[in-house]
């Protein structure tokens, strides 16, 4: 075995995986021993109710390269990935989610990219084979995030990319914001690209719940807000709190223009009671976005909005 200190971690998130494990990490395992590059594969079982754990404890005894972090309960794929990378090792951080089949040759090519000035490198899943639902949902969401967040790639969220682990270290990962890492990174500076990796033909889960659909819909309205006004929310909110309150006020005044004029009854009217609820609803945006405003001042002294790359003397 190799005893060198890994300049390669290999993080895999795994839920009900017992039947494919032996077969995945045996071909990663052979994959990489052909780069002459140290490495280890850290494997989270993120609360799988099958014999995952079982194999993967005894491929750790097989191979010392292999560790392994098992969940009490299923957490998610955010948090399994931050598992991975506190107790890995590697300057070069390798993530693989069991949610997609990709082709293993594929995955050092991922790796070589970072020797040509790149900081994170996103596996683009081409051609896709799981159902045609799926590749349907995923291009609407990608087109819809890359747009929002102009960050120009075709599979934002496709379950694979290499990444230095300064990239993992800076970003905060939670909740589903493990699908926009990319966005997260190129938010910081970091040089982002992507290359196709062959998808392996095999039993894909169909994304058929309208729940997942608003969830997603969710996490990119999430994004798009920590992305651009997570430091200054009073521009986001204050923006929509004006044209509520202003559009608020036009009809209001048009309404006491009515009834001076002595045109007719304003009681009652429908319009009243909008442009009243106009100036209430302009006026709660404007002090939430206020209040956030004060949030982040009260903690500015916490809060970095640089990433220093180099320091030259």
Not at 157 to 184: M, Q
Request: aromatic fraction near 10%.
């Amino acid at each position: 075995m190799d005893k060198q200190a890994p300049k390669i971690s290999i993080l895999l998130s795994l839920y009900n995986f017992g039947d494919q494990v032996d077969t995945l990490i045996g071909s990663l395992v052979q994959v990489f021993e052909k780069t002459g590059s140290a490495f280890e594969v850290v494997c989270v079982d993120d609360g799988s109710l099958d014999e995952t754990v079982v194999k993967l404890i005894k491929l750790t005894r097989q191979d010392t390269r292999v560790r392994v972090i098992r969940m009490r309960d299923t957490f998610g794929e955010s948090a399994a990935m931050e598992a991975a990378l506190r107790y890995s090792t590697g300057t070069r951080i390798l993530y693989m989610s069991s949610r997609v089949r990709v082709n293993p040759e594929s995955l050092p090519g991922l790796l070589d990219r970072l020797d040509h000035g790149y900081d994170l490198v996103m596996g683009w899943r081409y051609p896709r084979r799981d159902f045609l639902l799926n590749r349907a949902i995923s291009w609407l969401f990608n087109r819809l995030a890359s747009r929002l967040s102009k960050v120009r790639l075709h599979d934002i969220n496709s379950g694979v990319f290499v990444a230095r682990r300064e990239v993992l270290e800076r970003i905060s990962i939670y909740g589903d914001l493990h699908n926009f890492i990319p966005v997260l990174a190129a938010q910081q500076g970091y040089r982002i690209t992507e290359m196709k990796v062959e998808q392996l033909p095999g039993s894909f889960r169909m994304s058929r719940y309208p729940t997942e659909y608003i969830r997603r819909f969710l996490d990119i309205i999430t994004v798009f807000f920590l992305t651009r006004y997570s430091k200054k929310p009073i521009h986001l909110m204050g923006f929509f709190g004006a044209m509520f309150f202003l559009s608020g006020l036009v009809i209001e005044l048009y309404l006491g223009v009515y009834r001076l004029l002595k045109l007719g009854p304003i009681a009652g009217r429908p319009l009243l009671i909008l442009g009243a609820l106009l100036l209430v609803i302009g006026i709660q945006m404007i002090t939430i976005g206020l209040l956030g405003e004060m949030i982040i001042f009260t903690h500015a002294g916490d809060i970095e909005e640089y990433n220093i790359e180099e320091v030259i003397n």
